[in-house]
C-alpha cells in the first residue's frame, strides 16, 4: 500500500519528489512526498523509513520532528539501506533541485551546471576509494586519480567521464546510481569528469511503476534495463537521439508509456529497426529491440 502526499501547485511547478519505504530495497509500505513534511506521524510514517527512493531534488531527513536531531542529505537515486538511520526519521523536506541552473539554449547536448556529488573508486565494487567530486575536473592528473576509475557512484548530479582532459576524447554519461564496474575500454581510462545537464531530461523511474503524476497529457516514456520493469532505469519527456550519452544504450527490455506515440529504434538518431508503442505498460517490448534500443523519441 502506498500513502501519495502532493503539494496543491505540483502540476503547475514540479520541485521535487521522494518514495519513503518501510524496508530496505524498497519494500513494504511506501508513502510519497512532494513537499516538505514537518513530521511523519501525520502520515503514519514516524520512525519508519529503511530506504528512500529521491526521483527529483535533494531531500534533507531528520531524526527528529520538523527537521531537528541527526539530518542528512540524499540526492536523486537509490538509497537501498540508511544504516544508522532506518527506523529513525521523523521529518523530511526539499533543500535543493535535481538540475542545478537552468539550461541555456542553444549550447549543444551538454551543459555543465558547476556541482554534483560523484564518488570514484580505483578497483571494482566500490575498492580503493580515491576521491569524492563535486566541481568539475578538468585533468585527473592534477589531483592524482589519471586512468584510475574503475568504480563509480553517483550521489547527486549527472555526470559525464571523459578518456582525455578538458573533456575530450570518449565521453560517458552517468545518471545518479551504483556502477560496480566499468565496461572494457572505460576501466581505467578516464582523465575528466563534470557534473551536465542533458537537452532531454531524463530521471530515475520508481521500482516498477510509473509515477502517479503522470496524467497523459504530455509525452512521457520509463524505459527499464530488465523485463516486467526491473533493474536500473530512466524517464525521458523529450527525444533522446542517443541513449549512449545517458549510458542506457542497449539497456531497455521492457517500458512503459505515459503519453504520445514513441518510436523506439535499434540504432541512434531513429535508424535501424524500429517499433512504436502508444500509452501502456510493455513488460517485455519486440524481441527484435530488446536489449537493442540506441534512440527514442516521439511520432
Known amino acids: ?33 512532494r513537499d516538505d513534511m514537518g513530521n511523519l506521524a501525520l502520515v503514519g510514517f514516524d520512525n519508519r523509513a529503511a530506504s528512500i527512493y529521491v526521483l527529483e531534488g535533494t531531500w534533507e531527513f531528520c531524526t527528529d520532528a520538523y527537521y531537528r536531531g541527526s539530518c542528512r542529505h540524499y540526492g536523486p537515486g537509490q538509497h537501498r539501506n540508511l544504516g544508522d538511520q532506518a527506523r529513525r526519521l521523523s521529518s523530511g523536506r526539499l533543500v535543493g533541485t535535481s538540475l542545478g541552473h537552468a539550461m541555456r539554449p542553444g549550447e549543444g547536448r551538454w551543459h555543465d551546471v558547476g556541482k554534483g556529488d560523484v564518488s570514484v573508486f580505483d578497483a571494482r565494487e566500490f575498492r580503493g ?11 585527473f592528473a592534477r589531483i592524482g586519480i ?3 576509475v574503475a568504480s563509480i557512484i553517483v550521489n547527486r548530479g549527472t555526470w559525464e567521464f571523459c578518456t582525455h ?6 565521453c560517458h554519461v552517468y545518471g545518479p546510481g551504483e556502477y560496480r564496474s566499468l565496461p572494457q575500454g572505460r576501466d581505467d581510462a578516464y582523465s575528466s569528469a563534470r557534473p ?10 520508481p521500482p516498477g511503476k510509473a509515477p502517479d503524476r503522470w496524467s497523459g497529457n504530455r509525452p512521457r516514456i520509463a524505459l527499464f534495463e530488465g523485463i516486467d520493469f526491473q533493474g536500473r532505469s530512466i524517464l525521458l519527456d523529450a527525444p533522446m537521439q ?7 544504450n542497449d539497456r531497455a527490455r521492457s517500458v512503459i508509456v505515459d503519453g504520445g506515440t514513441w518510436r523506439l529504434c535499434s540504432d541512434a538518431n ?7 508503442l502508444g500509452p501502456g505498460r510493455y513488460p517485455a517490448i519486440p524481441r527484435g529491440l530488446s536489449g537493442k534500443v540506441s534512440s527514442a523519441r516521439v511520432r
Open 1 to 33: 500500500m502506498s500513502i501519495f502526499i502532493a503539494a496543491s501547485a505540483w502540476a503547475q511547478d514540479p520541485r521535487g519528489e521522494v518514495l519513503v519505504y518501510e524496508r530496505p530495497d524498497f519494500a513494504g509500505r511506501s508513502v510519497t512526498l
Open 129 to 139: 576509494f580515491l576521491t569524492t567530486l563535486s566541481d568539475p575536473v578538468h585533468d
Open 146 to 148: 589519471n586512468d584510475r
Open 165 to 170: 582532459a578538458n573533456f575530450g576524447g570518449a
Open 196 to 205: 551536465v545537464v542533458p537537452s532531454a531530461v531524463a530521471r530515475p523511474a
Open 242 to 248: 542517443n541513449l549512449e550519452f545517458m549510458d542506457f
Open 270 to 276: 531513429g535508424e535501424g529497426e524500429c517499433h512504436e
